[in-house]
């Protein structure tokens, strides 16, 4: 089977699920990296080092910047000349919006966030979990290219091999006067990403319940609640630093106030598949649930012991996250000697 895999980075980065997508693509027959910018030259080595066979590369001072267009036109055009037997594509932003893209371009369907896949007489069959993560459903694609979008984090990273090569291919990047244009780039809030963090610990409303603080006075109530929720997620933050983790969030947390959307976990948020999971003061939502539920190990801190969150969890901790969580990092900061 011949697999094009499209590696999505910033700025010659590459994001690591785009490695899992290459394994992946490895174990089905030969493998082209996709790959588009500016100067990619290094990253087109790398891909090499991961397995790549081939890279296309679509090296042009007007794909410096991703545009969706401009991307996927380039993308579909390599397609319909080479005509891949499979395309793939990291479930990221950029994946999914250039995966349904790049379907309509090429007439064929794509199957999105598929955790599991197999290969029969040239046929892909996919898992996928439907309905907020309570189900499991098989899908086939019957027309060709079949696309498909690879959750991160639920196929292991192949080792890179250091001198590896392969046959590079230029590629055309397609221009034209496209309705985008980007402007620039805005500093995230750092720390480490929601996506590729193999620990994650989250807070929720129940971050802002701590009754043993007082709110400076003058705030109204809703800033007290604010106040109080930006100390309970400190307690998160501390927690997530001793374990070198991710700092994820609730959609409640977020729309609440309490910390900015991109700490989003959930079904309208971030989609993620660490190898632990810590939830502190979540209740467990559906939405939610639906985000992380693919974790391989969770661990709930609430003190309602009826909480939903607790049915999913493989540790239960049912108590007062503010004096849990504290004791938490006190005692990972001791056996980790920080």
Known sequence: MNTFVYIDHFKG????????????????????????????????????????????????????????????????????????????????????????????????????????????????????????????????????????TLRGRAFPKPAQQAGKSGTLTKVAAVTGDFPTKVEGYAESGGGVSLTDASVIVSGGRGVSNNPALTPPGGLDEKQAEIWKAQQGFALVKDLASALNAAVGASRAAVDAGYVPYTHQVGQTGKVVSPDLYIACGISGAIQHLAGMRTSKLIVAINKDAEAPIFKLARYGVVGDMFQVVPALTAAFKKRLGK
């Open 13 to 148: 980065n590459a994001l690591p699920a785009s490695w899992e997508a290459l394994g992946v693509a490895k174990t089905l027959g030969t493998v082209a990296a996709v790959i588009f910018g500016s100067g990619m030259e290094a990253l087109a080595k790398t891909a090499f080092e991961y397995g790549a066979d081939e890279v296309l590369l679509a090296d042009d001072v007007s794909l410096a910047d991703y545009r969706a267009e401009a991307f996927a036109s380039t993308l579909s055009a390599a397609a319909a000349s080479r005509t891949p037997d499979l395309l793939l594509f990291p479930t990221t932003t950029r994946g999914r919006e250039l995966a349904a893209m790049a379907a309509i371009d090429l007439k064929t369907g794509v199957m999105v966030d598929v955790i599991a896949l197999e290969a029969k007489d040239g046929k892909i069959t996919v898992t996928r979990p439907i309905y907020a993560g309570k189900l499991l459903t098989k899908e086939t694609c019957s027309s060709k290219p079949q696309i498909i």
